[in-house]
Structures are given as structure tokens and as C-alpha cells.
């Protein structure tokens, strides 16, 4: 039997998905950027992906930029903001916890002389808002904070932190990293007052290779590539159709069940928690218990057992799940998610992220506990 519990770094792609790039593969080969025939009919897939995000969104067709996936969305946000808007200042908020593709970006910026504030979390992994109120200053420009956190799951109360950006300096751009959250949960960016908004098709069951970037109307970004004048001239290049045409196919199921998804994951993660809980004493959960979480990440601790050699343990026997983001699983530095949370060393050392998907279910939910209950017993008798 097989478990796949990793579905915050990928998820499947859906059947109806890759029936629709395989058409556009086949069929409707053409660049959308041509005069023609075959690329009118590229375009129009285009067109249907834009649409049917922007309905999801409760945003305007025109503002929905497409991008690789999701760290050139965020690269893009970031730094296309920040370069772009530099001389009305040169100040920049983040959080601790943001995805490296976020992080890093601000890193690059600071080395150009931009000043950053780094926003702490509490051991849930949630933001102070009155820090944020209190961190605001009239130099400042850009403010990104993450929806979801890809590591332990915290929900960030980013429509909250809108309303006190806003009402501070309404200039302000605000940026949010929602990779982890389109799909799952609900975000209206322009009701809200997000300014930019990053997503990820292979996040909620499309495929790689496709990513999009909400920019609100009126904010102005400096582009990370040089060349046509595609997506407004801020992403140019030949559209990827076929893979974008899938990540409009993922949303347009999505949308109309995201409640009941949503439910249904909740309902997962909470099964999955008490078995483990039940089946093995020394667990400690990393960042948000209750519906403070996402529905579908949980971090947990298993104390004197290596979450790596954890990881490889369950994976022997078709139980798959990571041991933090993606992005960092091949790097041997701790995560900083979980340093901003306050862990120990050892707490970190022994951490593992479980992430559900629809198309998980009750049986591969015992299967998965059965295996983790056996191997960190196991390891645990042999100091592993």
C-alpha cells in the first residue's frame, strides 16, 4: 500500500488535467503570440485560465499575470516592487517564516540597501500584529507575508495586517505568498487590500512548470526578464499553454468545492493526529493544533529519533512525507520555520511535515500510522 502524505511540496495531477494539456500538446500546438489560426486557439486557453482564476479570486482578468510557478511569482513580487518603487523608500517588512523564495529575495535586496524588518512568530507561528503596526514606518514601501506557512501550517491573518498597512500608509505595497492556501482556502485579494498575491499550480493538483501572480491595478513592477511583451511586459516569453491551461483546470474543479474540501482535509489531519497520539506517547505537534492550522500540514516531533533517517524508515514502506519545505530538504541547515517557533535542537532534529490531499483517505490515514508507530518504536529502541 501506498501513503503519500507530501502534498505540501507536490501534489497529483488530476486526470482532467492532463486530459486538457495533452489536447494542447496534440492539437492546439500553436503560440498564442501568433497572428493564425492554431494561435487563436492557443490563446484562447490563456484566456480561460485567466478568467477562471480571476472568478476565484474576485479579481479583474488583466490582473493576473502567469510565471513559471510559484518562486517566480514571488520573485517577481518582491523585487519587481521593490526596484521598481524604490524612491518611495527604501524600507521593507517580512516575516521570519516566509518560503526561501521570499526570503531570499529580501536578503538580495538588502545587500542592494534596502533595510529589512523581520517579523517574529509565536510558538504557533503566528504573527503579532501590534509588531506589525508598530514595525510600519513612513520610509516604508513593501510589506509580503506569507497566507500559510509551507512547514508547520500557521494561517497568517493577512486581511487583518491589510486593514493596518492600509490605514497606515495605503501606498504601502503589501505582498502575499498564498501557494500554500489558493485552493484550500479562501483569499479575495482586492476585498481584502492585497496588492500582489502569488500562487502555484502544482500546489492544488496541477501540474509544474506553471504559476501565476495577482497584481492589483495601478502597482507598478519592475520585470525580471527582458524580451517580448508578453503578460503585460512583466513576464515575457512564450507562454508554457499547455501546463497553464492544466493549472486553470485544476482551479475550475477546485472552486466550487473548496468548502467541502476544506472540511474534508480538517477531517483528515485531525483523524491522523489522535491515531498518532494515541499510538505514540512521546509526539509533540510544531505550530498550531486547531483550525489555527491549515487543513492539511502538520509538524510533528518524535523525541530521540533523526527525522531523516525517520523519513527513509516510512518511505521503505510507501509512507511518503518531508522533513520541512522542499527547497531545503537536500541542505543540512535546520529550518528556520521552526527556529522562529523557538525548538530546540532536538526538536528540530526529529521533526517530520505530514500534508493531505483530497485524494487521500481513511485507509491510507491508519496505514500511514500503523508504519509511523512501528518505525519510531523501532527507532527509538536504537537511539536513532
Known sequence: MEAYLDNSATTKVLPQVTEIMAKVHIEDYGNPSALHQKGIEAEKYLNYTRETIAAFLGVKEKEIIFTSGGTEANNLAVKGAAKRNRRRGTHLLTTKIEHPSVLNCFQKLAAEGFEVTYLTVNREGIIDLEELKHSLR??????????????????????????IIKEYNEKIIFHVDAIQSVGRLTIKPAEWGIDLLSMSAHKLHGPKGAGALYVRSGVLLEPLLDGGGQERDLRPGTENVAAIAGFGKAVELAAPNIDRQRETLYSLKKNFYAAVKEKIKEVKINGPEDEKGAPHIINLSFPGVKGEVLL???????VYVSTGSACHSRQSTPSHVLQALGLKKQEIDSALRFSFSILNDGQQIDYAV?????AVNELSRFGH
Open 138 to 163: 513612513p520610509e516604508t514601501l513593501l510589506v509580503s507575508i506569507i497566507h500559510v506557512n509551507n512547514e508547520v501550517g500557521s494561517i497568517e491573518p493577512v486581511k487583518e495586517a491589510a486593514a
Open 370 to 374: 500503523k508504519i509511523l508507530a512501528e
Open 312 to 318: 527513509h524508515a516510512l518511505e521503505g514502506k510507501g
